[in-house]
């Protein structure tokens, strides 16, 4: 398996940016999808979840209303797509995956994901 997180950058406070996670060597469909982040000094963070249809997402409240997670389960990607950056947004955001038998999404912890890509770098500058 692997996880391939892209599309981060440096970004002025209020801006945009949309990570993709591309996943290789799994089926794709059959896994929750989540976006943790660790800025430095800190420890891994939920960020956003997504179930295996798309049909079910959840966000931290730090995220909540600001960021979106999708996906397209056709190309094995994985998206968060970040609006109104904040300076506390800047972290090396993760995608990560678990296999998932069931509708379910309810897995916010670094605990509950067996598989995580490299990080891409986020940094809102003000």
């Known amino acids: 398996v692997q996880l391939q997180a892209f599309g981060g950058g440096l970004v002025q406070a209020g801006g945009s940016l949309r990570l993709s996670c591309a996943a290789s060597?799994?089926?794709?469909?059959?896994?929750?999808m989540g976006w943790f982040r660790q800025a430095p000094g800190k420890e891994r963070e939920f960020v956003a979840n997504?179930?295996?249809?798309?049909?079910?997402?959840s966000y931290a409240d730090s995220t909540k209303g600001r960021f979106t997670i999708s996906r397209d389960n056709a190309k094995s990607t994985v998206y968060l797509q970040m609006s109104s950056l904040k300076l506390e947004d800047t972290a090396v955001y993760y995608c990560?995956?678990?296999?998932?038998?069931?509708?379910?999404?309810?897995?916010?912890?670094?605990?509950?994901?067996?598989?995580w890509g490299q990080g891409t770098q986020v940094t809102v500058s003000s």
């Open positions: 990560a995956a678990r296999h998932t038998i069931s509708s379910a999404s309810s897995y916010y912890t670094v605990d509950d994901y067996a598989y």
């Open positions: 060597g799994l089926t794709f469909s059959r896994y929750t």
């Open positions: 997504i179930n295996r249809s798309g049909g079910s997402v």
